[in-house]
C-alpha cells in the first residue's frame, strides 16, 4: 500500500482526478472535484477564525454537508468532535465545556448554546491557507458510549485512522471501482471507520441517509452494518445485487444471521472493534463459529483474568479533557477494554462486558450468553437480557426482544431451557418498546434495564 504524504483527498486528486470519489444526494464528486469541495469549505472556515489546533464541534445526524465539513475541518488542522444531535442539553452542558471547542458547526436544529457558531460555507471567500499534512496531529473527538458516567472523548491522529483502515483492508478487498456506503453515523467510531477506509483505498463512498437502507444500498460494493440492520434487510427480503462484502460489528453476531447472508449471496465478515480504537481491531470471513477473529496486522490481544486487553496502531493518543489528553493504556501501552474473552480455537471470542455480569441467587449471569441464545431463535432480530430486582434472589433476568410476528413466552423457555440453568431463564418477556429504538446506533443497556424495571 503506498504512503499518503498529502491530505488523502488532494493524494488521489492528482492520481485519480477524474475517478468517482463521493456520490450521495444527487450530487457526484470526481477526487479533483471532491478536493476543490474541500479548499472551498476550508477556506470559508478558516474566515471564520478556524485555524489548526483549534477544536470544532460538528453537531448533525449524516449527510454529505456533514461529511464534507468533518473533512475540510480536519484540512483546517481542526481537532473534530462529530455530535450526535440527539444527545440531550443537559448532558452536553456538562460535556462540552471540558473539551476546549472554539466553534459549532450545527446541521441539526439548534439545540447547543455557549459556542460561537460557524456559518455555512457561502461563496468563495478566496483561497484555503495551506496547512501542512501532518499524520500524528489529532484530527477528531469521538465520545465513548460508556454505560455509566459521562462520555469520554478518545483522540485520534489521522495516523490512528489511516492505520486502523489499512488493517481491515489488508483483510477486505477495496479496490478502486468499489463503493463503500456510509451506512453507520459519523458521530460514532464506525461511521468515522468507513470514511477513513474509504480515504485509505481511493475507492468511492455513497452516503444517502435519506433513504430507506435496500435503497441506499443500491449500486454499493460495501457497506458496515449492525446485525440488527442485517436481520431487517433479509426479513424484508430487499438483498441489493450489488452488495457482496458486509463488515458486521458493535454487538455479537449470530452465526445463523451470517449464513442466512452468505446464502443471500453477502459476503460476511465479522469484525471486533471500539472508539478507543479507531473502530475494527479483529475480524474474520464469517463461518460457522461464533468468534471475531484473530488480530489485525498491527493489533495485539492479551487475555488477563478473562479481561480483553488490547495494544493496536489505530489506538486512541487519549482521553481529551481540559485542553490535555488523559493515558487511556497502561504503563505497557495496554488498553484494558472492560470486555470478558477468550481464545478458543486461535480465535477471539467475546463472552460479553465484564460490567454486566449480575448475581441472581449467588449465582453470576452474563446476560450476553443467554442474549446469544435467544438471538439464534429465527424470530429474534435483538435480545436484551436485564436484572430487576427481586426481594428473594437479589436480582432476576428478564429479556427485551425485538421479534418479528409474537412470541409466547413458554415457546421462548423451550427454546432456552435446553441450553440454560434454570436460575438463568428470564422470569418475563417484553416486546421492546418503539421509544428504545430511536437514536444511535447501539440501545444503551442502561434504558432497556430502566425501562424493564418500570414494568414490574
Ligand atoms: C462487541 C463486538 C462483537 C463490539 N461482539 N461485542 O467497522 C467496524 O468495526 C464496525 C462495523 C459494523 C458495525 C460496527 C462497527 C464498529 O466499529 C463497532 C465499534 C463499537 O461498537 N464501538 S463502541 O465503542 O461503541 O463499543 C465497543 C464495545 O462493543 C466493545 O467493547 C464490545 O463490548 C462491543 N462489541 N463488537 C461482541 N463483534
Given at each position: 500500500m503506498v504512503m499518503l504524504n498529502d491530505w488523502p483527498w488532494q493524494h488521489w486528486a492528482k492520481r485519480r482526478p477524474t475517478h468517482p470519489a463521493l456520490r450521495g444526494e444527487g450530487a457526484h464528486y470526481s477526487w479533483a472535484a471532491l478536493a476543490a469541495e474541500l479548499d472551498r469549505r476550508a477556506a470559508a472556515y478558516q474566515a471564520q477564525g478556524v485555524e489548526a489546533g483549534c477544536g470544532v464541534a460538528l453537531r448533525g445526524k449524516n449527510s454529505l454537508a456533514l461529511l464534507l465539513d468533518y473533512l475540510a475541518l480536519i484540512q483546517c488542522g481542526a481537532r473534530v468532535l462529530v455530535l450526535n444531535p440527539q444527545l440531550p442539553p443537559a448532558l452536553l452542558a456538562q460535556l462540552l465545556p471540558g473539551l476546549t471547542l472554539s466553534f459549532l458547526r450545527d446541521h441539526a436544529a439548534p439545540g447547543v448554546t455557549g459556542l460561537p457558531p460557524l456559518q455555512p460555507p457561502?461563496?468563495?471567500?478566496?483561497g484555503c491557507t495551506t496547512v501542512v499534512f501532518q499524520p500524528s496531529r489529532l484530527a477528531t473527538l469521538t465520545l465513548t458510549s460508556g454505560s455509566s458516567g459521562l462520555p469520554k472523548a478518545a483522540a485520534h491522529s489521522i495516523a490512528a485512522h489511516l492505520a486502523s483502515a489499512a488493517g481491515v483492508l489488508a483483510l477486505i478487498p477495496f479496490p478502486a471501482e468499489a463503493c463503500w456506503l456510509l451506512s453507520l453515523p459519523l458521530f460514532h467510531v464506525s461511521g468515522q471507520g468507513i470514511v477513513w477506509r474509504w480515504l485509505r483505498a481511493g475507492a468511492a463512498l455513497a452516503v444517502e441517509p435519506q433513504l430507506p437502507l435496500a435503497q441506499a444500498l443500491a449500486g454499493c460494493t460495501h457497506a458496515s452494518l449492525v446485525p440488527t440492520q442485517l436481520w431487517r434487510l433479509l426479513e424484508q427480503g430487499q438483498?441489493?445485487?450489488?452488495?457482496h462484502a458486509v463488515l458486521l460489528g458493535g454487538a455479537a453476531i449470530p452465526p445463523a444471521l451470517t449464513a442466512r447472508a452468505e446464502q443471500a449471496g453477502i459476503r460476511c465478515w465479522c469484525g471486533y472493534g471500539m472508539t478507543e480504537m479507531a473502530s475494527t481491531i479483529c475480524a474474520k470471513?464469517?463461518?460457522?463459529?461464533?468468534g471475531v477473529g484473530q488480530p489485525l496486522a498491527g493489533c495485539e490481544i492479551n487475555i488477563v483474568e478473562e479481561e480483553v486487553l488490547i495494544r493496536a496502531p489505530g489506538q486512541a493518543a487519549g482521553y481529551w479533557r481540559d485542553g490535555e489528553l488523559h493515558p487511556l493504556a497502561d504503563e505497557e501501552g495496554w488498553y484494558h477494554s472492560r470486555d470478558r474473552g477468550l481464545m478458543a480455537a486461535g480465535e477471539l471470542q467475546i463472552l460479553g462486558r465484564l460490567d454486566n455480569l449480575f448475581f441472581s441467587g449467588g449465582e453470576g449471569i452474563q446476560p450476553e450468553a443467554i442474549e446469544q441464545l435467544l438471538a439464534?431463535?429465527?424470530?429474534?432480530a435483538q435480545a436484551f437480557v436485564v436484572p430487576v430486582e427481586d426481594a428473594q434472589f437479589g436480582h432476576r433476568p428478564v429479556a427485551v426482544l425485538e421479534a418479528s410476528g409474537a412470541l409466547q413466552p413458554a415457546q421462548l423457555t423451550q427454546w432456552l431451557a435446553a441450553q440454560l440453568p434454570r436460575y438463568q431463564l428470564p422470569v418475563a418477556y417484553y416486546p421492546l418498546p418503539e421509544s428504545l429504538k430511536q437514536g444511535g446506533i447501539k440501545i444503551p443497556r442502561s434504558r432497556v434495564q430502566q425501562w424493564a424495571a418500570a414494568q414490574q
Open positions: 457561502g461563496a468563495a471567500p478566496g438483498v441489493p445485487e450489488a452488495l470471513r464469517a463461518d460457522t463459529h461464533p439464534r431463535h429465527p424470530q429474534v
